[in-house]
């Protein structure tokens, strides 16, 4: 089972306050600026990652990324709130040894991805090897994005099926989150990744009772051609988009394809 967050920054952040009054000892601080309702679930790692964003909604959205990925591992776990600021995600970098690495816990695999209003992270066992991401959707994409993101066969299908934007949008979220899921990311060039059309796996997406598409299949695609060896035997679905999520594209990869439950931050069992 891989288990997943798929939301939207300010759902997070609301529900998140609320966790964190119950816990808090005290009032947030004015000291505490913009991260006062929150401090008392973040660590110190949380902390210099959100001061550093230099704008608000930068700030908003690596707080609620790190909060879900933190969550959903407690949630895994079996744990509750309170042991939220003492779980320690390492994410100590290998080429520098900075804290902005991939996050890693002891045998577990962890991915997460923002992007403008939306977070989303994926826990899995450790041989899952498990990437996500997620793409706003956009009304285009931008421009020269067929020749820098697809491959030449990929290229050629988008061609034939014209010029929307969000399957290509989703074919950009394939790739990151199989590169990310490799451990190499953008490094390698996504235009020479290419992934199937057709899916050779199928697993169930499990949704929460309040999304509708509960026991709807998740379509697996296997990496076809790929630059280097270490995104070989991957494969990646498409979150499909529940009701409300149609500003959003995510992609799950893994090597080992499995059921996804698929949840929103306010639904973890903690
Ligand atoms: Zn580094």
Redesign the pocket.
Known sequence: MIDVVVDRVDAVLDAAAEVAATLATSPPSPLDGDLGPWRVLLDGDDRAAISARRFPSDRRRTLAGRLVLRSLLLDRLGRSWRDLPDLLVCRT??????A??RPRYPSMSLSSASSDGWVSAAVGAERAAVGIDIEAVRETTWSGFDGAALHPVEREHFRRHGSAARPRLQRWADKEAVLKAAGVGLRVDPAALRIAEQSSTRTALRCAPERNGSGSPLEWRRVVVSPTSAAEGFSVAAIAAAPGEGGAAASIASTSPDDVRLRSFAGLDL
């Open positions: 970098c290998d080429s520098c040894g900075a902005h690495g």
